[in-house]
């Protein structure tokens, strides 16, 4: 019998390598669309997806406010850059096989798996984009300590698909709309096309992970009755009780399906035109 979605997914999951988990990420993503264009998709399945992904004994895992700050003017401050996106990218890989993985019992459509298995087809090529251009400078992942806790979200949410969508794709990735042009512009800066260019693939394919995140969370919310804003609010609140911050970038959280109503009443100012 072939193997699950789900199966498929777990394996992800407990593979440690950064360079051998995203291999096993694409090679599961494309056997599944090669399947679901054939017409015959594998089964979703059940899985156990662990509680925490295998992860490389490099980087160490530090608590943010001990992960040392450079100056993004410096080589040295752009390779850290570049640690901490990868990083970010590692964790997005697990992130969304343990969205495939997680809520099997839903009874969600077969277009939800579309989405996360493209999702994390996506984040697997730009670890591997951000890890070249890391080598490229004389470097690599795990050189460098990087955050702990990044998987926070996914624990605090690993019963409940509505904060998991609200919290990961609609916030923390909706904030790398936010960030990536700033960026962009310190590698442009220092004359780096290369990195600039892997940067602007991560930037465009990011908006349809966010808008993922809103069309599965609005079609649970049309599914249950209740009103998308409030209870991404809510939601947030709940799991995130950061907040948001601005600036924001409304124009392509616009393209990704987040009205200006789902964020700002979040964050701690209101902009001139809503006061
Ligand atoms: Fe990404
Ligand atoms: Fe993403």
């Known amino acids: 019998m072939s193997q699950t979605l789900a199966a498929m997914a777990e394996e992800v999951l407990r593979t440690a390598d950064g360079r051998e988990k995203t291999a096993l990420s694409h090679r599961h993503a ?29 980087p160490d895992l530090l608590d943010p406010r001990d992960v040392p700050r450079r100056r993004p003017g410096s080589p040295e401050g752009r390779i850290a850059i570049l640690h901490a996106i990868a990083h970010i990218e590692l964790n997005a890989v697990d992130l969304h096989w343990d969205m495939v993985a997680r809520f099997t019992g839903l009874d969600l459509p077969p277009g939800f798996y579309d989405d996360w298995v493209k999702a994390a087809d996506e ?29 926070r979200a996914a624990e605090d949410t690993a019963k409940d698909i509505m904060g998991r969508l609200a919290v990961v794709p609609m916030v923390l990735e909706a904030r790398g709309l936010d960030v990536t042009p700033g960026m962009i512009r310190i590698f442009q800066g220092a004359k780096d096309p290369e990195t600039v ?3 602007e693939v991560i930037y465009a394919e990011e908006v349809a992970h966010v808008a993922y995140g809103a069309k599965w969370f609005n079609f649970l919310c049309g599914r249950r009755g209740i009103d998308p804003t409030a ?45």
Not at 123 to 151: I, Q, T
């Open 197 to 199: 260019a892997a940067l």
């Open 231 to 275: 209870e991404f609010h809510a939601l947030v609140r709940r799991y995130f009780p950061g907040g948001t911050k601005a600036p924001f970038n409304e124009e392509k959280r616009a393209e990704a399906g987040m009205p200006p109503d789902f964020y700002w009443p979040l964050a701690d100012t209101l902009p001139a035109a809503w006061s």
């Open 30 to 58: 494309a056997r599944w669309q090669e399947a679901r264009a054939a017409g015959t998709p594998p089964a979703i399945g059940h899985a156990a997806p662990p509680d925490r992904p295998a992860r490389p004994a490099r």
């Open 123 to 151: 984040e697997s090529k730009h670890f591997n984009l951000v890890c070249d251009r890391l080598e490229a400078m004389g470097s690599h992942y795990g050189a460098l300590p990087a955050h702990a806790g990044m998987w």
